[in-house]
């Protein structure tokens, strides 16, 4: 839907009001039937351990992708292929069945997205999963070594050295929580030697190719659009074990990483290991880092126990919420790569703004028109706020108030992200800011309440809201982007499963002692073959192929009694293993709705004593 600029100010008052509503600005949020979104959304889903691809400006859900939890309907830790990726125990149970994502994001080319990853973490278990867009599944899990509370990530945006690399090659990571490194049983009470780790994954091979160890904690990541530099907010820059420690200094700060030096040192040598870990751990304390001509990191002061760091999609800036300080903080990046160039002589001088904006400042988003949204915690609202206006009153205009508006939220707002705004092309169309109470909002469910996501049209001077959005807690962090960024495949590949199944007539069962191997096809209304026969005591591996071809025609596979159900689409091949330990006839069928003969779709497996 193409945004309309009509400028209001050219008609009568109440017909401004009615077209600025629709067709100056946003336009509807209501996408008919027939009609298609016009943005993706990636949500990550918090303690359900996956991700959600929403449709905007609906607000639809369209798709869950599980990652880190296993997924009833796909049959995700249940196929061998989905447990490869998980990561199993020698018994073969899973390593893993719960997680808590926090951060989704993109990979880039050219500033913008390409469309080929998406990352999000696993806070819980310190794991980093990758989804494949075209396919949106999850292809890679990463566990990050020697480290608890991994909160925040960001992909980089382009290599900082090769001006060829112009698209992401690596994935950054935060450590919240101290650890005794290694933490294997000693230094559990010396909280001196507790420490946290900055850490660099790999973005192809999602091996990870180093760590930085750091002063105090990282809460939420950011990186520069030129790929020189990368930050983390620290909210317990006073390494404190209890809350009233974490809170005691005035200013915390966010922590820079200078991406090319930590590298060229890990490539000299430069480095220790910790534990069995083989990964390079370089030095990024506050103490080893003085010398400007060396240092690997810097920290800008930020106050009080700040929360979020985003970029502008200028290039610019990086903010930072001050959470216990009702202030935002701007840091000009090039003043940060003056300091590392000698150039600067302190690097709180790269601060240039810090405008008073509101109680409990969070997270911050853009629409590319100079403007910043931040979200309120304790105010249970968005601010938004100009940001030039912010740098001239810090650079003396007092009687400016970079405040431009405030919109009511419901209630107590965490994440905000607006169309396109983590690229240089943020579109300033539609914002969506995840609640994490929604109280009044909703037809009472019992204790257990919804959150709200809220949909609000950005493209005015005063924000509007347009939707409220009931969703299963909780997510936290999202992307919004152009539909046009992204394509996906809407049927896989037969080459993509090396067993998969091409010929119907190699279908049938192969035994090996007690291993059976069943070659299964499905074609709509059946499978192939509809009957096989195996005994008590041995181990089944049954791969099925969808051969049907067609978009959108999905088959499931479900076996009573032997705990069996996936799904599989269109020309994908999956497979189960299981343990044959009861006798009796077992009809497997066929459990997502298919064809008209659906029902009929079904077999049995006959189990001998
Ligand atoms: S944190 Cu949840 S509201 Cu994990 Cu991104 Cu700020
Ligand atoms: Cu195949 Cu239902
Ligand atoms: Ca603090």
């Known amino acids: ?57 609906s607000g639809r859900e369209l798709l869950r992708i599980p990652c880190f939890v296993p997924d009833a309907l796909i049959g995700w830790g249940q196929t ?62 990463t566990k990050i070594p020697n480290i608890q509370g991994f909160h925040g990530i960001f992909p980089d945006k382009r290599d900082p050295v090769d001006p060829a690399i112009n698209y992401t090659t690596r994935v950054f990571c935060g450590q919240e929580f101290h650890v005794p490194m290694p933490n294997k049983g000693a230094d559990m009470t010396d909280n001196t030697k507790h420490h ?59 922590l820079f990483f200078n991406i090319a030096r930590i590298e ?51 290039g610019k800036y990086f903010i930072c919420s001050g959470k216990l300080s009702p202030t935002a903080t701007i840091i000009e990046l090039q003043k940060v790569l003056d300091w590392f160039d000698g150039k600067l002589d302190d690097p709180d001088k790269s601060i240039i703004g810090e405008p ?48 431009v508006h405030k919109l009511d939220v419901m209630y107590q707002p965490g994440h905000i992200n607006a169309t396109n705004a983590e690229t240089i092309a943020a579109d300033g169309i539609w914002m969506a800011v995840g609640n994490k109470f929604s109280k009044d909002r909703f037809l009472p469910v019992g204790p257990m309440h919804p959150e709200n996501d809220q949909l609000v049209d950005i493209s005015g001077d005063e924000m509007i809201l347009a939707h409220d959005n009931a969703v299963r807690p909780e997510p936290h962090d999202f992307v919004i982007f152009k539909r046009e960024w992204l394509q996906t495949k809407q049927v896989y590949a037969l080459d993509d499963h090396p067993l998969a199944l091409k010929d119907p007539k190699d279908a049938g069962v192969t035994r090996e002692g007690k291993k059976v191997t069943v070659r299964m096809a499905s074609i709509a209304p059946t499978y192939m073959p509809i009957e096989f026969t195996v005994k008590v005591g041995d181990e089944v591996t049954l791969i099925l192929t ?22 599989v689409n269109p020309l994908e091949t999956k497979s189960v293993t299981f343990k044959i330990d009861k006798p009796g006839v077992f009809w497997y069928y066929c459990t997502n709705f298919c064809h008209a003969l659906h029902l009929e779709m079904r077999g049995r497996m006959i189990v001998e004593a």
């Open 356 to 403: 008073e904006i509101g109680l409990g400042p969070l997270h911050t988003t853009f629409d590319g028109r100079g403007n910043a949204y931040t979200t309120l915690f304790l105010d249970s609202q968005v601010v938004k706020w100009n940001i030039d206006q912010a740098i001239k009153k810090y650079a003396g205009d007092k009687a400016i108030n970079p405040v």
């Open 80 to 141: 061998n292929e989905s447990k490869e990726i998980m990561g199993t125990r020698p018994d073969g149970s899973l390593e893993y069945t719960v997680a808590d994502t926090h951060h989704i994001h993109a990979s880039y080319k050219d500033g913008i997205y390409d469309g080929k990853y998406a990352w999000v973490n696993d806070k819980i278990n310190a794991r980093l999963a990758r989804f494949r867009l075209d396919y949106m599944i999850c292809d890679k899990i």
């Open 264 to 314: 060229q040192a890990v490539k000299d040598g430069k480095f220790t290991t910790i534990g069995d870990s083989k990964v390079p751990v370089v030095d990024c304390t506050v103490e080893a880092n003085k010398d400007p001509a060396t240092a690997l990191s810097v920290r800008v002061s930020v106050p009080k126990n700040p929360h979020g760091v985003n970029a502008t999609p200028d």
């Open 196 to 254: 946290c780790l900055f850490t660099c994954v790999d973005a192809e091979t999602m091996d990870v190719r180093w760590q930085a160890r750091i002063d105090g904690n990282c809460d939420l990541i950011a990186t520069s659009f030129d790929g020189k530099l990368a930050a983390s907010n620290q909210y317990n820059t006073e390494n404190g074990v209890l809350y009233p420690e974490m809170m005691s200094a005035e200013r915390d700060a966010c």
């Open 1 to 57: 839907m193409p945004v309309v600029q009509v400028p209001p100010a050219v008609l009568p008052a109440p017909v401004q009001a009615r077209v600025r509503r629709t067709r100056w600005g946003a336009g509807s949020v209501e996408v008919k039937p027939g009609e298609l979104d016009t943005h993706y959304g990636l949500w990550s889903s918090g303690h359900t351990g996956d991700a959600r691809i929403l449709g905007i400006p």
């Open 546 to 567: 969808n051969l049907d071809k067609v978009e959108d025609l999905t088959h499931g596979f479900a076996i009573p009694e032997y705990n069996v159900q996936f799904l």
